[in-house]
């Protein structure tokens, strides 16, 4: 899918497949996901909108169910940004738990999500 870059401290490019409904966002961090039954006004107005990260954080993700992908090449070269995490983010509270450091449970709904 194509994507078409935006200014935004957080978000690189942004790319909307109509026919699927498909959002595809680009993290400045070189992160890749999916957003499935995303409406056309919801991806017009993400676009319109002047903070993209703002928005993003609150009519994206915790609405539309995600999938993050990866490079063609993720598991022959380092190009992949999984690759030049430290740390494995899909399961941040579990490697946290196990290092001995407390995680919030309240931390979505301080951010205003339920």
Do not use: I
């Amino acid at each position: 899918m194509n994507r078409t870059p935006v200014e935004s401290s957080s978000v690189k490019s942004v790319g909307y497949e109509a026919d699927t409904e498909t959002l595809s966002v680009e993290f400045c961090s070189g992160a890749v996901y999916e957003f499935a039954g995303v409406s056309q006004f919801t991806y017009d107005s993400f676009m319109a909108s002047e903070s993209k990260g703002h928005f993003f954080a609150v009519f994206v993700r915790p609405c539309f169910e995600a999938r993050r992908l990866h490079d063609v090449n993720c598991r022959k070269t380092a190009e992949c940004w999984c690759r030049r995490q430290r740390r494995d983010v899909t399961n941040v509270n579990a490697v946290e738990v196990e290092a001995g450091t407390k995680v919030r449970k309240d931390s979505a709904s301080k951010k205003g999500h339920l």
